[in-house]
């Protein structure tokens, strides 16, 4: 199984409270990505990185910040946490090859 | 816990040929994601299956989602160089409930060849 995982798994905030998950990934792949997973719907990109210090939005990005300071850390930040940001997270990696691996999920519930 | 198993591993394809993706699930599933994924670009979401028999298209590539909801298949007609990437399947392994989590099958690589 390819080195990635995500943290926390699970997390309770109340709304306007800010909050960060982490991403770590031990394959020193290229790409990293922030999804989110809702009922009913396919995965949506947030944010995508292609490099230390380089990234860019996708298609869900509004209220969201990312970071990535080392190769084998992708940050998402939720700036100020709303109800309709209560999701699964799924994090991402994929080098040279385009395949993808991915995190086992974050639960994020926003009250 | 649930599995999704796809085949084949890879697939090399003439172009303008028809090709087949199977995705078989160990447990009933609630609902069949198709997503491609190709370089630099992240996943691209193809089509969800939710219903016993539903069969969805989306320009030359067609889901169905079987009678019994164990099985899906991609079906890709006449090929074109577009078509080459990674397809993985992904499945909802309960109803959104506490214990929800989104499972995957280990991808198909599609290579057409010109």
């Known amino acids: 199984d390819a080195g990635i995982t995500q943290s926390p798994r699970h997390k309770v905030t109340e709304t306007g409270t800010p909050v960060t998950l982490r991403c770590h990934q031990t394959?020193?792949?290229?790409?990293m990505y922030w999804y989110r997973q809702d009922p009913g719907h396919g995965l949506r990109l947030i944010h995508y990185s292609y490099g230390v210090k380089d990234t860019d939005k996708g298609e869900v990005s509004d209220g969201y910040s990312v970071s990535r300071s080392k190769t084998e850390d992708f940050l998402l930040t939720l700036e100020s946490a709303t109800s309709s940001q209560t999701s699964v997270y799924f994090c991402a990696i994929s080098d040279q090859t385009a395949e993808a691996f991915f995190g086992q999920g974050t639960r994020l519930t926003v009250v | 816990s649930q599995e999704l198993e796809q085949s084949p591993q890879s697939l090399i394809v003439q172009e303008g040929k028809n090709l087949t993706i199977n995705c078989t699930s160990s447990?009933?599933?609630?609902?069949l994601y198709w997503y491609k994924q190709k370089y630099g670009e992240g996943l691209i979401f193809l089509m969800m299956?939710?219903?016993g028999g539903e069969e969805k298209s989306h320009e030359k590539i067609t889901a169905k989602l079987d009678e019994k909801k164990q099985q899906s298949s991609l079906h890709i007609t006449a090929s074109q160089p577009s078509h080459a990437g990674i397809y993985l399947c992904?499945?909802?392994?309960?109803?959104?409930?506490?214990?929800?989590?989104?499972?995957w099958g280990a991808g198909t690589k599609l290579i057409i060849k010109p």
């Open positions: 394959e020193n792949h290229r790409y």
């Open positions: 992904g499945a909802d392994s309960t109803f959104m409930d506490s214990n929800y989590q989104l499972i």
């Open positions: 447990k009933t599933l609630y609902g």
């Open positions: 299956l939710q219903k």
